[in-house]
T-cell receptor
Framework: EAQVTQNPRYLITVTGKKLTVTCSQN?????MSWYRQDPGLGLRQIYY???????DKGDVPEGYKVSRKEKRNFPLILESPSPNQTSLYFC?????????????FGDGTRLSIL | DAKTTQPPSMDCAEGRAANLPCNHS???????VYWYRQIHSQGPQYIIH???NNETNEMASLIITEDRKSSTLILPHATLRDTAVYYC?????????????FGKGTLLTVNP
């Protein structure tokens, strides 16, 4: 089944403890992206990647890192998490970074930073 | 990207067609209209998209007016599982990135 898989789905952790949220897609998509969703603020893009080894900042990249060493994986790294990074995170992918290519989302990761 | 306007909420009876409107009066000629939905904090689900012509897939139909200033998403036979927030967005063609920016959307409630 074609899908975008995120892990973990839920995580409660403490300030400063490095964590990684994994994202994997099995559709051979070139474009991948991370979003966070907060009440009243909607969906905001954190980072995106147009292909392997090509990544760039979105609208809210501060406090996050990403890497794209393989086409299928696009992990989101929080080196020193802080409470303001408590949020619902979504990974998305599309075949190409073109506006006529729909993005498909994972089921989300709910992070709580205490 | 052009802004969109949607009603905050709508109700629909199960088994009936749900028609969700969207205004995008400032849309440009190269901007696509996309519809996504989100069921209670699950990942947004792609439904359908179009540029000028009406489109239909296994989930829904998209009707775009001739002047492209508005569109309607049609769920032909709504079920209880179609209860969700529906987002209409427009995406500009070209450029090195396209991000999805969801507004408040329309909460569709399908009633038994």
């Amino acid at each position: 089944e074609a899908q975008v898989t995120q892990n973990p789905r839920y995580l409660i952790t403490v300030t400063g403890k490095k964590l990684t949220v994994t994202c994997s897609q099995n559709m051979n998509h070139e474009y991948m992206s991370w979003y966070r969703q907060d009440p009243g603020l909607g969906l905001r893009q954190i980072y995106y990647s147009m292909n392997v080894e090509v990544t760039d900042k979105g609208d809210v990249p501060e406090g996050y890192k990403v890497s794209r060493k393989e086409k299928r994986n696009f992990p989101l790294i929080l080196e020193s998490p802080s409470p303001n990074q408590t949020s619902l995170y979504f990974c998305a992918s599309s075949f190409k970074h073109l506006s006529n290519q729909p993005q498909h989302f994972g089921d989300g990761t709910r992070l709580s930073i205490l | 990207d052009a802004k969109t306007t949607q009603p905050p909420s709508m109700d629909c009876a199960e088994g009936r067609a749900a028609n969700l409107p969207c205004n995008h009066s400032t849309i440009s000629g190269n901007e696509y209209v996309y519809w996504y939905r989100q069921i209670h904090s699950q990942g947004p689900q792609y439904i359908i998209h179009g540029l000028k012509n009406n489109e239909t897939n296994e989930m829904a139909s998209l009707i775009i007016t001739e002047d492209r200033k508005s569109s309607t998403l049609i769920l032909p036979h709504a079920t209880l599982r179609d209860t969700a927030v529906y987002y209409c967005i427009v995406i500009t063609s070209g450029g090195s990135n396209y991000k999805l920016t969801f507004g408040k959307g329309t909460l569709l409630t399908v009633n038994p």
